[in-house]
Antibody, heavy 118, light 107 residues
Framework: QVQLLESGPGLVKPSQTLSLTCTVS??????????WSWIRQLPGKGLEWIGH???????YYNPSLKSRIAISKDTSKSQISLRLTSVTAADTAVYFC??????????WGQGTLVTVSS | DIQMTQSPSSLSASVGDRVTITCRAS??????LNWYQQKPGKAPKLLIY???SLQSGAPSRFSGSGSGTEFTLTISSLQPEDFATYYC?????????FGPGTKVDIK
């Protein structure tokens, strides 16, 4: 059974960099056909697709965040990582790691709340 | 970006009721439409993909229909565990976008 677990600091200061890691078990992140994704949910609001990385290492970033984000993978550790630079209070959200197939998301992590505050 | 809208934004229903939620896309997305259920404090769960295909493990009382720009999610007989928020999502073109959600609560 595929499991995804997000980890990282729950509090980040404004203008700093948010860094999260997703550890995947029960699957190999090198398998073709999947999008290893980051999705966030703003407090009390809807869901936003941040971006994803393919098994090949190619990435896609939401243009609204493109200049600030980087997604990478470490196959040896079965981990997907997210870096979001120059954060503001508007980046406060629950961040989900997820596995997608042709855009639908069939497995989600539990989510991790990141608060941007001084 | 493709904009997704949902109606209603919330509804109250009783156990056993038939419930229908509508999702509209700002442009045609063929059948690239997915539905998720989310309960408070939990991650969303995929119910329906490609507009009408039931995800493995999802109860058969959930069904989806539509194509192009208008889609529906139907719960044939609402159960206590179905009280949640439902989101549609288009996977036709990136960035994939979600609707604002429909909250289903107890009447």
């Amino acid at each position: 059974q595929v499991q995804l677990l997000e980890s990282g600091p729950g509090l980040v200061k404004p203008s700093q960099t948010l860094s999260l890691t997703c550890t995947v078990s029960g699957d190999t992140i090198n398998m073709g056909g999947y999008l290893w994704s980051w999705i966030r949910q703003l407090p009390g609001k809807g869901l936003e697709w941040i971006g994803h990385i393919y098994y090949s290492g190619d990435t896609y970033y939401n243009p609204s965040l493109k200049s600030r984000i980087a997604i990478s993978k470490d196959t040896s550790k079965s981990q997907i990582s997210l870096r979001l630079t120059s954060v503001t209070a508007a980046d406060t959200a629950v961040y989900f790691c997820a596995r997608g197939q042709t855009g639908n998301v069939d497995h989600w992590g539990q989510g991790t709340l990141v608060t941007v505050s001084s | 970006d493709i904009q997704m809208t949902q109606s209603p934004s919330s509804l109250s229903a009783s156990v056993g009721d038939r419930v229908t939620i509508t999702c509209r896309a700002s442009q045609s997305i063929s059948s690239y439409l997915n539905w998720y259920q989310q309960k408070p404090g939990k991650a969303p769960k995929l119910l329906i993909y490609s507009a009408s295909s039931l995800q493995s493990g999802a109860p058969s009382r959930f069904s989806g229909s539509g194509s192009g720009t208008e889609f529906t999610l139907t719960i044939s007989s609402l159960q206590p565990e179905d009280f949640a928020t439902y989101y549609c999502q288009q996977s036709f073109t990136m960035p994939f976008t979600f609707g604002p959600g429909t909250k289903v609560d107890i009447k």
